[in-house]
C-alpha cells in the first residue's frame, strides 16, 4: 500500500536529525518538499546522495496540487512530505494535504523528531501543563491586542512562532494587556547562538533582547476569574433554582466548578440582589 511519509527535519542542529528519519531520506525516491533548493542542501549536510530522488515543490499555495498527489498516492505512488525544518504539519503546509489523505483511505506515517514548541517550552521554565500552540501571532497590532485579551479568561502556557521583525511590537502590546504575564522568549533553537530571556510582561523593556533568528514566544497567564461574584452566578443561580432545586445543593455544584468553598458561595447566593 503507498503512503504519504512526514519526516521531521532538524530545527537547527543537523545532529537531531533521527536515525529513522535519516533512513527515510536515503532509501526513498519521490520528496513533496517546502522548499526543493533547501531540500537538496540538506541532503549533501546529511550525506545523502539525491542524485536520483526526485523532489517536487508542496508549499502554502500548493492546494492545487492536492488532488494530483492522492490521485499518485490512490494508485500506489509513496511520497515523502517535508518542511524546510521540524515537523511539516506543525505552522507548516502539510495539513491540508494530510487531510486528503485521510479523507481518501491513504495511510500516513511520520518519522517524528525535534519540535521548536516543546523545546521551547523545556527551555522556558515556564509550567508545561496546560499549553497551548497558536502558531503565527497576528501581523496587525489591533489584532494582536485582541488575540492576547482572549487569554485573560484562561490559565496556562502559550505558544507563539514570531517574526523578529514584529517581536518588539507584539512585545509592548503585551505589556499593555496582559503585564504580570511571565514571558520567554527563544531564539535560535538549537543554534549556536541560542538564547532564552525571561522575564515579567511589564518589564520587557528593561530587557535587552537581540530580534534575530527563527523565535518562539511563549506566555504564562494565570487567570483571576472565579470569582463567586457577577451577573453570571446569579444568571445561573435562577436559572437553577427556578426548578425547585435547593441553594445547599447548587452551591456544592458550584464549588465544584469554581475550586471554591462551598459555604462562601452559600452565602453569595442568600445575599439579597
Excluded at 490521485?71 to 504539519?89: C, F, H, N, Q, R
Excluded at 511520520?110 to 499549553?131: D, K
Excluded at 523593556?205 to 514566544?217: M, P, Q
Aim: glycine share 4%; aromatic share 8%.
Amino acid at each position: 500500500m503507498s503512503t504519504l511519509k512526514l519526516v521531521t527535519l532538524p530545527i537547527g542542529n543537523l545532529s537531531d536529525i533521527t536515525p529513522r528519519a535519516l533512513e527515510t531520506l536515503r532509501n526513498e525516491r519521490l520528496f513533496l518538499a517546502e522548499d526543493t533548493r533547501n531540500l537538496r542542501k540538506i541532503f549533501d549536510l546529511l550525506d545523502v546522495d539525491g542524485s536520483h530522488k526526485e523532489v517536487d515543490s508542496f508549499h502554502d499555495h500548493s492546494k492545487s496540487k492536492i488532488d494530483h498527489y492522492v490521485t499518485k498516492l490512490k494508485s500506489g505512488t509513496s511520497y515523502v512530505l517535508v518542511s524546510d525544518a521540524g515537523s511539516p504539519i506543525v505552522s507548516d503546509p502539510a495539513f491540508p494535504l494530510v487531510k486528503a489523505c485521510v479523507d481518501a483511505g491513504i495511510e500516513i506515517e511520520t518519522c517524528p523528531g525535534v519540535s521548536a514548541v516543546i523545546t521551547a517550552l523545556e527551555l522556558s521554565g515556564l509550567p508545561p501543563q496546560p499549553f497551548t500552540f497558536y502558531g503565527f501571532t497576528p501581523r496587525d497590532d489591533s489584532k494582536k491586542k485582541e488575540t492576547f485579551s482572549n487569554l485573560l479568561q484562561f490559565s496556562g502556557t502559550f505558544i507563539y512562532f514570531e517574526s523578529p521583525h514584529r517581536l518588539l511590537k507584539t512585545l509592548k502590546v503585551l505589556a499593555d494587556v496582559l503585564p504580570e504575564s511571565n514571558i520567554a522568549v527563544a531564539r535560535e533553537l538549537t543554534k549556536k547562538f541560542e538564547t532564552v530571556y525571561r522575564f515579567k510582561a511589564k518589564d520587557w523593556e528593561s530587557i535587552e533582547i537581540k530580534s534575530v533568528g527563527e523565535i518562539v514566544l511563549l506566555i504564562n497567564h494565570q487567570s483571576s476569574e472565579k470569582s463567586v461574584e457577577g451577573k453570571k452566578l446569579v444568571s445561573l443561580a435562577n436559572e437553577y433554582l427556578e426548578k425547585k432545586q435547593s441553594k445547599k445543593n447548587l452551591a456544592k455544584i458550584l464549588a465544584e466548578i469554581l475550586d471554591e468553598n462551598p459555604k462562601v458561595i452559600y452565602q453569595q447566593l442568600n445575599q439579597d440582589k
